[in-house]
């Protein structure tokens, strides 16, 4: 006899639900972490704080070990949850991927619009344009998880394939626009150790260690490229082998990809972004004028976010509804949509990850983009709570009767 739920437990979908459920909780971790940065940065600890960030560990700085090394790991989890949402997951097939894809489009697309507007005339700040159009699923996820059952499973799952797209998104806008000089030898060398990486993929090797080997080496051929070094993270998830049939029945982490995917989730959530954030998320008021808050960066960074997000995200899934090409999220209402669009406007790691690439040489300028990404993300994350908290539900339609 079979336990109810017990075969669903052992189905791919419930990763999607082990990262749902990781996400949120590290999504209050995330904001723990953001908020004792700000009080840090604004106490007299000020001085210690940022010292320790800039101080040297070799060769690079500690906020660079954390911004190049460790969040190489945050888009390797990134790179493996999109390959297997897409070959396995919620994203296999077009049906599926077209109204979250239409949306994550229109929620990059309106907000850079919306950003750009502000800076036109600024060829220094334009260069910013990528900053607001990035969704911080943690974040997000984690206000969704103190309205508990007030929305459908449905509506998470839509939120997270939107965000898993979103994040495809800024990593190409990286690797495009946010790389350096570049240094063809060492462009090959990386360019041969992926090679190398497919090759053990093809061969069938499904140990991880030879993988985590060539993927340090990975890095360091990237770092020293002039493109990003996290681009290797995505770079190395793609070459990860996905099993979607496991070898036994009752082990869904048969597959390495599952096997890494679920070893790097608390490390990820729980470790590695609250880093990220406590180490970026501080900035200090002192000096900072009134002038800085309706300064054209900040607001176009947090314009951006919290219009740029809903009006992207919200009117693309409504018009692909309207013309009868994707569905309402099963149980959801539009009202709902309309409040998870808002939430979209949280964009809190990714944007502060592109903002320090755009202004790495400006300290001011990286100020007024954190404090457009806190006063959008704030207000956003608000007003989608607020949305959420008070939309109806929809009402399950009544089971017919049967004629006695």
Not at 166 to 188: E, K, M, P, Q, R
Not at 227 to 233: L, Q, S
Not at 276 to 304: C, E, I, K
């Amino acid at each position: 006899m079979t336990v109810p739920g017990r075969e669903e437990s052992r189905r791919p979908f419930s990763m999607l639900r082990a990262f749902l459920d990781n996400s949120a909780s590290g999504g209050l971790v995330l904001m723990a972490a953001a908020a004792l940065a700000l009080i840090i940065a604004n106490s007299p600890l000020a001085p210690s704080y940022f010292a320790a960030l800039h101080a040297y560990l070799g060769p690079l700085s500690v906020q660079h070990w954390i911004n190049d090394a460790l969040m190489a790991v945050f888009f390797l989890l990134v790179g493996l949850e999109i390959k297997r949402e897409v070959l396995d997951g919620q994203l296999a097939s077009w049906s599926r991927r077209i109204l979250p894809g239409v949306a994550a489009a229109g929620g990059m697309l309106v907000p850079a619009l919306i950003f750009s507007a502000f800076n036109w005339n600024d060829p220094q700040t334009l260069r910013g344009w990528a900053i607001p159009a990035a969704t911080d699923i943690a974040f997000a996820l984690g206000v969704l998880a103190l309205l508990g059952s007030r929305v459908p499973t449905s509506l998470k799952i839509f939120l997270t394939a939107l965000a898993i797209i979103d994040d495809l998104g800024a990593v190409v806008i990286i690797a495009l626009f946010y790389s350096g000089d570049l240094s063809l030898l060492h462009l090959g060398l990386a360019a041969a150790v992926v090679v190398a990486l497919v090759a053990m993929n093809r061969m069938g090797v499904v140990r991880l260690l030879p993988y985590l080997l060539l993927g340090v080496a990975l890095w360091y051929c990237v770092l020293r490229s002039g493109v990003h070094a996290t681009i290797a993270g995505v770079l190395l998830a793609f070459t990860i082998p996905l099993h979607p049939r496991p070898a036994r029945p009752d082990d869904m982490l048969g597959s390495p990809l599952h096997r890494l995917e679920h070893g790097l989730h608390g490390w990820v959530s729980f470790l590695i972004i609250p880093i990220f954030g406590f180490a970026n998320a501080g900035v200090s008021f002192a000096g900072l004028t009134p002038a800085a808050l309706v300064d054209h960066l900040t607001l176009g960074v947090a314009l951006g976010l919290l219009a740029g997000k809903v009006i992207g995200v919200f009117g693309s899934a409504a018009l692909m509804i309207r013309l009868g090409l994707a569905d309402v999220p099963m149980g959801a209402t539009r009202t709902q949509i309309f409040g998870v669009s808002l939430l979209c406007g949280i964009g809190f790691t990714m944007s502060l990850f592109i903002g320090m690439l755009a202004f790495s040489n400006d300290p001011l300028l990286q100020d007024e983009v954190k404090i457009g990404i806190l006063c959008g993300s704030i207000l956003s994350g608000l007003a989608g709570w607020a949305v959420l908290r008070v939309a109806p539900r929809e009402i399950p339609a009544p089971e017919p009767r049967v004629a006695e």
